[in-house]
Each structure stands twice: as C-alpha cells, then as structure tokens.
C-alpha cells in the first residue's frame, strides 16, 4: 500500500527568533493513526495549524491529498476535520444548540447529522446539557463531534486527550479506533505522552524543539521498546569487553554506577552471567527486563519530561 495523504516537506516555522519548526518532513498513509509525539513547546500545535492552513506557510512544502499548491490545499482541506485548541463553543447554549449553530455556519447539509454525531460521540444524553456545565471529557467529546460533522477523510487532533482521567482516555481512545476502523478515517494526533497514544498509534513521529527527532512504525517502536538483561558488575570496562570478545555482543548500553543492558543473545543470560564471573569480575545482579515506552522515550527526548 502506497497511498500518501498527507506529506510535509522541508516545513519550517519562525516566531520572532524563535524556531517553531525545523525542517519537518512527516508522511501520513491513508488509513494510518499517527501520533505525533513532544515535550511542552516541541512544534505540535503549529505543524497541525499549518497543515490545517490556519497558520501561513514560511517555508517547505505541504501535500495534501495529492494537492500542493494554495488552491488545491483549500480545496482538499474541506475533507478534513480539525480539534487544534477548544472550538469556541458558547457556554450558555446546550451540546445540540451549539452543534446545530457550526452546522448552519459551515452549510453542512441534514439538520438530522447533530443528532446522530451527538450518539456517535457517546453525548447522546447530554444533548441538551449546557456547555457550561460540561466536564473536560464531554468538552472533549463535543469537540470531537464539531471536527467530525461533516464526515471527513482525515481527522487532524491535538491532543485531544490531555486532562482526562483514565476512564475518559480509554473512551476517547476507543471512540478514535472506531472511526478510524469502520469509516477508514487517516488520524493525525499529538500527545505529549507516548503510552497515552500506544495502543491506538500505527505510526509516531516525534519532535524536540521543532525537530523530527524520529518517525517509525508502531511495530518498530515496540521492537525497541524490546526486552533486554539488565547487568550490575564491578567494572563496566571489562564486562563490555567481555561482551564483545567471549560473547560476540554488540548490541548493548553502558549505563552509570556499573549497569549495563544487553538486548542481544538473551537465551545465553547463563553464558553471560558466567564469562563475567570467569573473567573476575564482580556481578551484583542479573535480570531480564523490558524498557517500557515512557523509558525509551525519555531516553529518545535526552532526559527527563
Ligand atoms: P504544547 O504541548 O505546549 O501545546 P506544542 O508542541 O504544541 O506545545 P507549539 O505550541 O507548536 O508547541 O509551540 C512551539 C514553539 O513556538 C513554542 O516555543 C511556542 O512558544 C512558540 N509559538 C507557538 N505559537 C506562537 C505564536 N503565535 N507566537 C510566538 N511564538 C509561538
């Protein structure tokens, strides 16, 4: 399958002196969930209001369902949703009020589609809530219902998650798997948490201070994100060279106060475990363990969130 929806290439974005974006290139598949991955700051917000056009182009290029220049990027983005910030809902109007208002301001024909967004959205009891008296999830929720109305193609959300409780963010995130499943609709999503994202993601980018740091497949993140034997030993110098010149090990990282991770030959922990002991150096522990998501990416982003 080769069928790009959305590329962006070269885009890069300055406010004042300050390098919002630099140099990003990201490729979207059709059918894909892509999470777009960073830190507070990190370029989320304006890469998405650039593809989205609510934001004028500085540099590189933006391909959207095959189209690149302006006309047909306007044309095209009316096959996609947006939920980039709140919607500016009005408070003192109910879920459906409001929903009926964009409906006639966007000219989306069918006065029966608030009704049926509103049940597809999980809000179909609160139709006639106030917005004011909404929680974050329904916000949320009505948001999602707004960027969706029109039925699009592609739906682009930032962090359309962020705040919720636990409960809330399995909803939301099933609510996604849903469209995305039974209507094909391609998602571009951030988050500034990886695992919030890692049961619904197909494909990640992540970004630092407006740089791709990385794009890759869910699969290839979970290959990393893979298991490996954690050593504690007396002398990291002498065991890598162990490693290497006994075992034949390449694949390891040497980490302070004497531990090393060994992701390469981990039916031979016994074999491991022996050659450092016969090589006289002191082994403190041995276990094997799995480097979860959050770890690799504070390893991926240089330090701690
Ligand atoms: P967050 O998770 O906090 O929303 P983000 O990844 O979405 O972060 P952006 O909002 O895109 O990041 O911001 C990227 C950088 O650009 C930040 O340093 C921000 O201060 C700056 N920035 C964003 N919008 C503007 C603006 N309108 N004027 C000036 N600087 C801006």
Redesign the pocket.
Known sequence: MNDILLHTEHVT?T??K????DDVSITLQRGEIYG?V????????????LIAGQ?PMESGEIQLFGGRTEAELRKNRRRMGTLIETPGFFSYLTARENLEYFRLQFGIPGKDIVEGTLEEVGLGDAGNKKYKNFSLGMKQRLGLALAIMHSPEFLVL??PI?GLDPEGIIEIRSLLQKINSKKNVTILI?S?ILPELSSIATRYGF?K??VLLEELSAQELLRKCSVYVELQVSDVKKASVVLETRLGIRNYQVYPDGYLHVFEKLDQVDQICREVVLADIGLFSAHKQAMDLESYYVNLMGGTQ
């Open positions: 974005k406010y004042g300050q390098k919002a974006l777009l960073g830190n507070n700051g990190a370029g989320k917000t304006t890469l998405m209001r934001s930032d962090e962020n951030s500034h970004l201070n407006g």
